[in-house]
């Protein structure tokens, strides 16, 4: 396959350096990262509603997809977003591209309708589309997307469908991205959208880019992941497939490109455009014109499990795949646009003594650093979600950074405070394992 390196090349309207941009994308932790894929992918047990629950197949046609779709739905409102999960319906396509993983049309509608008359098939109910939505200054949309229906082999596909690399390592760079940027206001409004039936014929994304051009969506590009997770030669190389008849979307192909060589990431990108694949959810959003690009691993590199129920957590390149999603991260606050917070009113009443504090992460298993600057003794307190004080740690004054052991407290959103004088100042964290 032809692929061009976009290193030697230089671009009019160039990507310029951000330090801020560089600390946002630093934020994408490994051990967040490989908790979705580990849950997603029925490695470990997961809670869904307040009850364990695990997600051995996210097979399109499976009840339990839908599962899947609550679970990051759920992992999507912790992270502060409303998060609507969107019923669309599978109406069964002929035409157009063969669905990835099936041989014939006639193979893909024998085992629909034989899944439908056994009752195993939930279809023509709804399948469902995870959508959570940043609002920046303006209403222009930036997508970060990626499909969390998987696929296997014909005869595991209603029991077992791990699916790490296709697609929970797509899934893990929406949900990470989601987690970091929350955290900050941006220029455009960011969409993290999660698709439902897309290895059954990009279904999910055909309804939702329908839906979004009647609406009269502004979209400025679409940034879809599929498959960043296998590296066998660690030549760290991914690919960017652009829309051959579109220059927009080969512009934010270059750009993207041009992302990963300027924060210095070790991705070798090379973006494709007369040799792309329509087959994942930007052709959708091609249909349409809008800008979008796929990221996935190297074609000439490609997973050996792909569609088996061998793709599993323990076979992904996980160094490979964080620098891939740090990429999508800084792509998407260049594109979307930092917005320094305004400046409060009140900040000119906070005198520079005040106590601060700041966590090395937001996300802990075992252990995690806490920064502390307090002019005068304070003791920090971890509380629970419910406001219970569940650790006391060492006191301290002046500027230390304290080792916190966190391997006893159960999974769940905590709180570290420091309070003294009328000052009280608190940072939340994730304990995930
Ligand atoms: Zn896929």
């Known amino acids: 396959m032809l692929s061009i390196c976009i290193g030697i090349i230089t671009l009019a309207g160039a990507v310029e350096y951000s330090p801020k941009v560089a600390e946002i994308a630093d934020e994408v932790n490994t051990d967040s990262v490989v908790w979705v894929i580990a849950s997603l992918s029925g ?21 339990d997809c839908y599962q899947a779709a609550l679970w990051i739905a759920e992992q999507l409102e912790a992270h502060g977003f409303g998060v609507e999960v969107e019923p669309f319906n599978p109406t069964l396509i002929t035409a157009g591209s063969l669905p990835l993983g099936w041989d014939s049309w006639e193979e893909l509608e024998t085992s629909y309708r034989t899944n439908l008359e056994a009752g195993i098939s939930k279809a023509p109910d709804p399948m469902w589309n995870v959508v959570a939505t940043l609002p920046g200054q303006d209403s222009q949309q930036v997508i970060l997307c990626a499909h969390y229906d998987a696929t296997s082999e014909p005869e595991n596909r ?5 699916g790490a690399d296709d697609n929970a390592s797509g899934v893990a760079t929406v949900l990470e991205a989601a987690r970091v940027m929350a955290q900050y206001d ?30 009269g969506d502004e979209i400025l590009a679409v940034f879809n992941i599929d498959m960043i997770g296998w590296d066998s030669n660690d030549d760290a190389v991914m690919d960017i497939h652009t829309d051959p008849t579109n220059q927009a979307s080969q512009d934010l192909g270059y750009e993207i490109a041009e992302v990963m060589n300027i924060y210095d990431y070790n991705i070798d990108p090379e973006v494709l455009i007369h040799e792309s694949t329509d087959r994942s959810d930007h052709a959708s959003f091609w249909a349409y014109d809008i800008p979008a690009i796929l990221l996935i691993e190297d074609w000439d590199d490609f997973t050996p499990f792909y569609h088996t129920t061998n793709d599993k957590l323990s076979t992904l390149n996980k160094p490979y795949m964080i620098e891939g999603i740090k ?14 917070e305004p400046v409060d009113a009140d900040e000119s009443l906070v005198n520079d003594d005040s106590p601060r504090i700041k966590l090395s992460s937001q996300i802990a298993t075992d252990q995690i ?30 500027t230390s950074r304290l080792s916190v052991d966190v391997s006893s407290l159960p999974v769940g959103v905590y709180w570290v405070g420091i309070g003294g004088g009328e000052i009280f100042v608190s940072s939340r964290f994730v304990v995930v394992r």
């Open 327 to 340: 990429s999508a991260v800084a792509w998407a606050a260049t594109r979307a646009v930092y917005h320094e």
């Open 158 to 162: 209603y029991t077992y469908t791990p």
């Open 186 to 215: 941006w220029e455009h409004t960011l969409r993290f959208v999660l698709f439902g039936g897309e290895e059954i014929g990009l279904l999910g994304s055909k309804a939702y880019a329908e839906e979004a051009v009647e609406r």
């Open 369 to 398: 650093w806490l920064e502390v600057r307090a002019p005068y003794p304070v003791t920090p307190v971890i509380y629970d979600a419910a406001g219970r004080s569940v650790a006391r740690l060492t006191p301290t004054s002046g």
């Open 43 to 63: 490695d470990k047990p997961v809670t869904i509603g307040g009850e364990p629950d695990s997600l051995p197949t996210r097979f399109a046609y499976s009840p």
